[in-house]
């Protein structure tokens, strides 16, 4: 629908550019730096047009370019990363395997029963 859209944008900016065209033919003089010449002022517009195009398209690419880049150097990073809490992760695993069991909730750890007299001691 996005593409339907563009196109037709592009063919009302044709239509606007061709009466455009058929309407502006008349000369005008271009200054350059070393002499004047006489051009008709559609091909003056659309020269001026097509260089600012030229000039924002090559802005585009450049950026487009250096964010590729960047890219791939933060996914070559996040990888990096990733790996190295996979080896830790497994790390930790292999260390709670030899170590014995702990509590990790804090109600658990405050209460443990004692196996001699059946009280419940303190641990702090």
């Known amino acids: 629908m996005k593409f339907q859209w563009s196109l037709l944008l592009a063919l009302i900016?044709?239509?606007i550019v061709a009466i455009f065209a058929v309407v502006n033919v008349d000369d005008v003089p271009v200054n350059y730096v070393?002499?004047?010449a006489q051009w008709p002022l559609i091909l003056v517009i659309?020269?001026?047009a097509l260089l600012g195009a030229l000039v924002s398209g090559s802005v585009a690419i450049?950026?487009?370019?250096v964010l590729q880049r960047r890219v791939k150097?933060?996914?070559?990073d996040n990888t990096a990363k990733e790996s190295l809490i996979a080896t830790?992760?497994?790390?930790i695993s292999?260390?709670?395997k030899n170590e014995p069991v702990r509590y990790q909730d804090t109600h658990l750890k405050d209460e443990i029963p004692d196996d001699t007299?059946?009280?419940v001691r303190s641990t702090i």
């Not at 450049?62 to 370019?65: E, I, T, V």
């Not at 150097?73 to 070559?76: A, C, D, G, R, V």
């Open 34 to 36: 070393f002499g004047t």
């Open 46 to 48: 659309l020269v001026s």
């Open 117 to 119: 007299s059946g009280d």
């Open 62 to 65: 450049f950026r487009s370019f």
């Open 13 to 15: 900016f044709a239509i």
């Open 88 to 91: 830790q992760q497994n790390e």
């Open 94 to 96: 292999a260390l709670n």
């Open 73 to 76: 150097h933060l996914e070559k």
